[in-house]
């Protein structure tokens, strides 16, 4: 039976908490920062939680060795 391949593109975007929560980087951080405050950057910078039960299972699934 061959290896199951994880999605590399997920497991760039995606990371687990130490509850096994999967967290993602916030929208809206990277283009022109400039217009936006410096306490709205910075709390751009803090990772998300994935709230939707759907998506954080099928998360999971794109990687499978984490």
Known sequence: ???????R???????FTKN????HKQMNANHQVHLK???RTRH???DGIVD???????IRKLLPYK
């Open 1 to 7: 039976m061959p290896k199951q391949k994880s999605h």
């Open 9 to 15: 593109g997920a497991a760039k975007r995606f990371s």
């Open 20 to 23: 096994g929560k999967v967290t």
């Open 37 to 39: 405050t410096t306490k």
């Open 44 to 46: 751009l910078r803090a």
């Open 52 to 58: 939707n039960a759907a998506e954080a299972r099928t």
